[in-house]
């Protein structure tokens, strides 16, 4: 095989499409994947179908034998969803910021040329970043769980700690794409060294920085939510029990005050970056 | 327009850089002794030698690739020579620590070829910008974020002799290129240097704009006493407004002295570029 006289060996991107192709069919192999598992007895085609069809009518009165009005629950777990976030946002931007000017090679390169050790420890900031980021909330929920029980600041904790390492990551990098002129210019005005980077570098940053809080914002709503299923107050738990109840109206009320309340906060951070980065 | 008074008798904000002082009498603002200075295997300056005494207005005259901008970053310590030496006010940039570098770069103001101001910024911060060298950073945090009313005034002023005050609360991505090298030559007086230098001032304006550059460079830095040395490609606009002129080629200086005392010769020997010269530019 060769195009226009290149052996196929020598061409390193038509070998790297092969060797993905070749991964994707490997791992359909290994799994056994079929798409008509999923289907199975007509029973659960049948309960399926009920979920689905439950979409069409939420409902406004819970399916157990109370038959109270779903909206204060719902608006209830609506609240706490925001309040886990919230707490968890502004925890892990004050972490995150800091680690994130420890992480980035500007920071350090501020002092490369007096101190020696300056390699070593942007090296082990990186790794507690790395460390942070790599285990999902979920499974820091299961650890804090474990450790100290059922608590808001259980919950809180567990999104804080990987949105911390996940700013870090985002913030340091968006700092050394930052351009360098300007400070260099505060550099020649005689600013001592964390001036230069506080007032030359941080501000290029900053608009994409607070654009990207909003962003994660977002995903702490998510993720407080999937926090629920352990037991969490959030829309999750709403979820999570009118499911296992196979009370689907209900689970579709949660379901849809989850979608509103994610497009709203979406609506209101797209309208805030707009201001940040166009103002 | 009224002139205000000297800006550094005004405002005693030198802050730890009191400490350093005032330069001694007798020596002179800027001194460069058989400096040379290479980019890798380009050499860009050849046993240059150069002084200029405090308050002198000084225009450096040649083609692109003369060696202009590299002679200036060398006068703030952005660059360190190959050999030779630079002296500020009597001070050897090779043997300053970084304390007293940094005095040395509070003392002069640098406008910018590229005017390097912090994109995101408004205007007000960015002349505020320009008193870095003399805080610390709590202090700075503290001035700009909420900045005292005597200091905003004093920017407005400043940004009035400029010509832009009503732009003291844009931020400087919406103004022109002119306008934003008026926001640079603020930030360069608010510093209260003793020295200016500017590196091309007009190559960012349109031609029309640039006698008003110019002149504007010219009167701010006689008003405020400060020693001006700009790097220019026009040389009519040079001879008008600086009396001396220092002419570069190839990173020699070729010819210095008042520029009423230079041919026509002299010029011509400047930008006639050689038949080699034209095929390396090739």
């Known amino acids: ?279 | 327009m009224p002139t205000l008074p000297r800006s550094s008798r005004r405002h005693a904000s030198w802050g730890w850089l009191a400490s350093v002082g005032e330069p001694a009498p007798g020596f002179p603002r800027f001194l460069l002794e058989d400096v040379s200075f290479g980019y890798g295997a380009a050499t860009a300056l050849r046993d240059v030698s150069l002084r200029v005494a405090p308050g002198e207005a000084v225009a450096i005259v040649g083609p692109s690739g003369a060696g202009k901008t590299t002679l200036l970053r060398l006068l703030v310590g952005a660059l360190r020579p190959d050999r030779g030496r630079v002296h500020v006010d009597g001070r050897d940039l090779q043997q300053t620590r970084s304390r007293e570098l940094r005095a040395v770069r509070a003392s002069i103001g640098f406008v910018h070829q590229d005017l390097r101001l912090v994109p995101t910024g408004r205007v007000l911060t960015n002349v505020l910008a320009g008193r870095l060298g003399r805080w610390s950073l709590m202090r700075a945090l503290r001035e700009t974020l909420f900045p005292r009313r005597s200091e905003v005034e004093r920017v407005h002023a400043l940004l009035a002799r400029t010509g832009i005050p009503e732009k003291i609360y844009q931020r400087v991505t919406n103004l022109s290129g002119g306008q934003q090298q008026r926001v640079a030559l603020a930030r360069a007086l608010y510093q209260e240097p003793r020295s200016l230098l500017a590196d091309e001032p007009v190559s960012s304006v349109d031609p029309a704009r640039a006698r008003d550059t110019v002149a504007l460079l010219a009167r701010l830095a006689k008003e405020e006493e400060l020693t001006l040395l700009a790097s220019l490609h026009d040389l009519p606009l040079a001879r008008e407004f600086f009396p001396r002129l220092v002419g570069m080629r190839r990173g020699q200086i070729v010819f210095d002295g008042p520029s009423r005392d230079l041919l026509d010769e002299d010029f011509r020997a400047l930008y006639q570029l050689s038949e080699e010269e034209l095929l390396e530019g090739a």
Not at chain 1, 132 to 145: K, Q
Not at chain 1, 216 to 245: D, N, Q, V, Y
Request: aromatic share 12%; charged share 10%.
């Open chain 1, 1 to 279: 095989m060769s195009f226009a006289g290149v052996p196929f060996y020598h061409r390193p991107r038509l070998l790297l499409l092969l060797a993905i192709s070749g991964a994707g069919l490997l791992s359909v192999w290994h799994l056994r994947l079929a798409p008509w598992d999923l289907w199975g007895d007509g029973e659960r085609v049948a309960l399926l179908g009920h979920f689905f069809a439950a979409a069409v009518s939420p409902a406004l009165r819970s399916e157990s034998g109370l038959a109270t009005a779903m909206l204060p629950r719902v608006v209830q777990a609506a609240a706490n969803t925001v309040v886990f976030a919230t707490a968890a946002t502004s925890l892990a931007l004050v972490a995150g910021t800091l680690l994130g000017l420890l992480a980035s090679r500007r920071f350090w390169a501020l002092f490369a040329t007096t101190r020696a050790i300056a390699p070593l420890l942007h090296a082990g900031v990186r790794a507690v970043v790395g460390l942070l980021r790599s285990i999902h909330e979920v499974l820091w929920a299961l650890m804090i769980l474990a450790a100290f029980g059922l608590s808001p600041a259980a919950a809180v904790l567990a999104i804080a700690i990987p949105y911390s390492g996940t700013f870090a990551k985002i913030f340091s990098e968006m700092l050394d794409e930052a351009g360098p002129e300007a400070s260099e210019a505060l550099r020649l005005v005689g600013a001592p060294t964390l001036s230069v980077f506080a007032f030359g570098l941080v501000p290029g940053a900053l608009p994409d920085m607070g654009a990207y809080a909003f962003y994660r914002f977002e995903c702490a709503l998510r993720s407080a939510a999937i926090l629920g299923f352990f037991g969490f107050p959030t829309l999750g738990k709403l979820i999570f029990e009118a499911a296992g109840e196979l009370h689907f109206h209900e689970t579709w009320t949660g379901l849809y005050a989850l979608f509103a309340l994610i497009l709203a906060v979406e609506w209101w951070s797209g309208a805030l970056r707009q201001r940040l980065t166009v103002a």
